[in-house]
């Protein structure tokens, strides 16, 4: 296995320890420290793990295009484990209650669609990569994220006032989810039809 699709490995490895360090465990005596912990240094390994994975996101790519290790595995791995990362904190966020889960219904509908997309493009025999819009969705998520995960932190610093900002990327990136999602469809429409 080449170093960029160890580094896909490594972001899925990363996400069930993030979500460790995310989501309190049932409100009973035995957990309340850990729960307590996760207030305050458990949030920040969660952010600090996130960042981690994310930080392999844009450097598997980068190295299997620049050192043309560009595999059959590193196409099917990658995208998925862009999706397992986002979507798993999000539905983590989601039961926290820091976000509506209209939000994640939204990112999860758009995936299963442009999954779908591709699944008929590979029929075909056709691969289609993602575009600059994509990617900008893709990075909009994960900065929105990681501003979240911070939050607590920043919000001691700065008040309140700083969720604000949190909301405002998140709405941000859900802009670009659906946009490049119906720039997805428009520019593949072709394989729809017959």
Do not use: C
């Amino acid at each position: 296995m080449n170093l960029p699709n160890r580094l896909t490995v490594l972001r899925i490895i990363l996400i069930p320890l993030i979500l460790v360090f995310l989501l309190p465990m049932p409100d009973q005596p035995f957990w309340q420290a850990w729960n307590l912990f996760l207030l305050g240094p458990g949030r920040l390994a969660a952010f600090l793990l996130f960042a981690v994975a994310s930080i392999t996101d844009l450097a598997d790519g980068h190295i299997a295009r620049k050192r043309n290790l560009v595999t059959t595995l590193g196409k099917f791995l990658d995208p998925i484990a862009d999706k397992m990362l986002v979507v798993s904190v999000l539905i983590a966020l989601v039961q926290l209650g820091r976000i509506h889960a209209l939000v994640t219904i939204i990112v999860i509908i758009r995936e299963f669609i442009i999954t779908g997309v591709r699944l008929i493009a590979a029929e075909h025999g056709k691969v289609i990569p993602a575009g600059n819009l994509g990617k900008a969705k893709t990075v909009s998520q994960i900065v929105a994220i990681l501003v979240i995960l911070i939050e607590p932190f920043m919000m001691k610093l700065t008040g309140s006032w700083f969720a604000s900002v949190g909301d405002t990327l998140l709405i941000i990136s859900l802009i670009l989810t659906v946009l490049s999602g119906l720039q997805y469809l428009l520019a593949n429409r072709s394989m729809l039809h017959g």
